[in-house]
């Protein structure tokens, strides 16, 4: 799961100008911040959600415990 995750935002990393653009989210992301700093704000949440996908891949965090019998 969290190699998947961290897949989809390097994905959404390289196409972020079409995603800026052509979404209403990075639409609303332009509104309220700018041009720049909207592209910016995209730019850390998706390398935020790299480092997550790849700390749940590796295991570091531990999101369902189930427990043990």
């Not at 196409?15 to 850390?44: D, P, Q, S, Y």
């Given at each position: ?11 959404g ?17 332009a ?39």
């Amino acid at each position: 799961m969290g190699g998947m995750v961290a897949l989809i935002c390097l994905y959404g990393l390289w196409r972020r100008r079409w995603f800026f653009e052509n979404t209403r989210k990075g639409r609303r992301l332009a509104r309220w911040f700018g041009e720049t700093a909207g592209l910016r704000v995209l730019v850390g949440l998706l390398f935020a959600g790299i480092v997550f996908g790849l700390l749940l891949a590796c295991d570091v965090i531990h999101p369902m415990h189930w427990p043990r019998p």
